[in-house]
């Protein structure tokens, strides 16, 4: 089957990085994406990565490794805006997109 | 700029009534979504459309029917409700049918089912 693994939940100190991980097992794969979700709100889009490697947007990074079905997020100078659901999904080989459960960040003064 | 507009906010329901969740955007996207957002599970796919005209199943259709008559609209109809269809769904759309694209959601529909 098809499966979507990350944190279910991270605490972080304002100003601090943090990295949330998130591995899959797909059936093929066509990019891997991040969304941020704030408590109550629709989720949106951050980040896409289909080749292996750093995407760097500002504050935010993602990384793509296929060969080990892995990716994570890097957030830097995090702010208490940052407290939010990280959800990091992959598109199969019929581009559907598949979901993890979701990393609840929570950010600390 | 409203992107995409989901109707209602909220709505309790009671058990065998029939309910359609309204789904309208102003992007001009090909492809359309409705997915359901459960606690602590993903984002579940229910139907989407590639193009007007055309729909197709996702993971979680059973219960579940939607049309597709033009670009805007893509309407989500439960005929007969029932509690396990509790839940918060989220309609999207993609300028992007084949390709992985991004996604935009609409700000969600609450469903309870009594």
């Known amino acids: 089957g098809q499966n979507i693994d990350q944190p279910t939940e991270m605490t972080a100190t304002e100003g601090a990085i943090v990295q949330i991980n998130c591995t899959y097992q797909?059936?093929?794969?066509?990019?891997l994406f991040w969304y941020q979700q704030h408590a109550g709100e629709a989720p949106t889009f951050l980040s896409y990565?289909?080749l292996d490697g750093l995407e760097e947007k500002g504050r935010f990074s993602s990384f793509l490794s296929r060969s080990k079905g892995y990716s994570y997020l890097l957030l830097k100078e995090l702010q208490m805006k940052d407290s939010a659901s990280y959800l990091c999904?992959?598109?199969?080989?019929?581009?559907?997109?598949?979901w993890g459960a979701g990393t609840k960040l929570i950010i600390k003064p | 700029i409203a992107g995409i507009t989901q109707a209602p906010t909220s709505q309790i329901l009671a058990a065998g009534r029939r309910m359609t969740l309204r789904c309208t955007q102003d992007m001009r996207h090909n492809a359309m979504y409705w997915y359901r957002q459960d606690l602590g599970l993903g984002l579940r796919l229910i139907h989407y459309s590639n193009t007007a005209g055309t729909t197709g199943k996702g993971e979680v259709p059973d219960g579940y029917s939607v049309s597709r008559a033009n670009t805007d609209d893509f309407p989500l109809t439960l005929a007969s409700a029932v509690p396990s269809q509790t839940s918060v769904y989220f309609c999207?759309?993609?300028?992007?049918?084949?390709?992985?694209?991004?996604?935009?959601f609409g700000e969600g529909s609450r469903l309870t089912v009594l």
């Open positions: 999904a992959v598109a199969d080989s019929n581009y559907q997109l598949i």
């Open positions: 999207a759309s993609s300028d992007s049918s084949l390709a992985a694209g991004e996604l935009f």
């Open positions: 990565n289909v």
């Open positions: 797909t059936s093929g794969f066509n990019g």
